[in-house]
């Protein structure tokens, strides 16, 4: 059953809708039949029930972004699916602590009355937020076993692919042979021009010829390539192993005093933002890094998200951001090998 339903998100969102719905149909019946006391306390007990669907909804939503790929394209849709999850959750919450306290002080019943037109509002919070949740299975097939995919499904890679870089400002390369060549002129310095030195390696584990970026000495670099771009997906394929520093990704890059950034160093992940040449971090999490691993971060909607191999790391609020180009930091001493870098615009 896991295999063709990898998790339980499908199954629980359900509960909440019907229970609203039918709480909502007693709540209109109750208008016809005031004295019928035990109509407005079955009402209360399914908003109640409904509020703790919604939270189980909201959890296992939550924990289904770590069994799914989502892809670019898919993030809007699924920023908005989850904003309007927390919005819809938090008003019946609060909606059925409202009713509960209402019906036990015994309110007067027109007083109680009027509650119903909330209950109608959080209707079309949950209308939108299956709408938005229908539009991540329908139209982009998340959850849907046949339609997983972690890379373009419109680009054919091979280890000797030659980097593209699309009219939207999308950028896809899968490293190979000649990448000392490439990099160059995909990727251009902010700071620590002659710090780095690109060079063709072969991966003697895997067998593939990756770019090994060597440093010459322990100054910090950063090179940004691609279009500004405000929302993004950027997928990179990072080995660290022989790197005795800190490296990271990098992304609305407006200069070197003004970026997003996610950092590694001594196992640790940390998310944040430069700004005026002072650094916020955050949020950080204890990380393993050796050896080849696939980072991911996003930026879409309000969240920041950060995965390592598929798996969600970090996820927060997301502060404003100008659009910006997107690169890659080093700081230390010896090789950071990559694999694939991917920038695709949400």
């Known amino acids: 059953m896991l295999q063709v339903l990898p998790n339980l998100h499908p199954i ?6 019907a229970l609203v719905v039918v709480a909502i149909i007693i709540d209109i019946a109750r208008l ?9 306390w079955t009402a209360v007990l399914l908003y109640s029930l409904a509020a703790v669907g919604a939270i189980a909804a909201y959890v296992s939503g939550q924990a289904a972004l770590e069994t799914v790929s989502i892809p670019a394209e898919a993030r809007g849709a699924l920023s908005a699916h989850e904003s309007f ?6 008003s019946l919450v609060t909606y059925g602590l409202i009713r509960i306290i209402l019906v036990s002080l015994e309110v007067n019943q027109s007083i109680q009355n009027l509650f119903i037109l909330p209950a109608i509002g959080i209707v079309f919070l949950i209308y939108v937020t299956a709408y938005r949740g229908g539009e991540l299975v329908y139209t982009h097939g998340i959850g849907v076993t046949s339609a997983q995919t972690d890379r373009p499904m419109f680009m ?6 030659v980097p593209f870089l699309d009219d939207h400002g999308n950028l896809f390369w899968s490293i190979g042979s000649n990448s000392r060549h490439y990099f160059p002129f995909l990727f251009h310095p902010l700071t620590g021009a002659d710090v780095l030195l690109p060079a063709d390696y072969l ?3 895997t067998g593939n010829t990756t770019l090994a970026l060597e ?4 100054t910090p670099t950063i090179w940004v390539t691609g279009r500004d771009l405000d929302y993004i997906q950027l997928t990179a394929s990072i080995n660290p192993t022989d790197l005795k520093g800190k490296f990271g990704l990098v992304y609305n890059v407006l200069d070197i005093k ?8 001594n196992n640790h992940a940390s998310v944040g933002r430069l700004e005026n040449g002072l650094k916020r971090i955050l949020d950080t999490r204890s990380v393993d890094l050796s050896g080849w691993h696939n980072i991911k971060i996003v930026r879409s909607g309000v969240h920041y998200y950060t995965y390592i191999d598929n798996l969600k790391i970090l996820q ?7 659009p910006g180009k997107t690169g890659i930091y080093i700081h230390g001493t010896g090789v950071l090998y990559l694999n694939e870098w991917i920038i695709e615009g949400i």
């Not at 016809?32 to 407005?40: A, C, D, G, H, M």
């Not at 999850?85 to 938090?90: E, N």
């Not at 003004?258 to 160093?265: A, C, G, I, M, S």
């Not at 927060?316 to 100008?322: D, F, N, Q």
């Open 12 to 17: 629980v969102v359900h509960f909440p809708i």
């Open 32 to 40: 016809f039949r005031n004295k019928e006391v035990w109509l407005n």
């Open 85 to 90: 999850a927390l919005y819809t959750t938090g």
């Open 156 to 161: 054919n890679y091979s280890p000797d692919t």
């Open 203 to 205: 991966d003697l584990t």
């Open 215 to 218: 440093l010459q000495r322990d």
């Open 258 to 265: 003004n970026y997003n950034f996610v950092f590694f160093e």
């Open 316 to 322: 927060m609020p997301c502060p404003a951001a100008l």
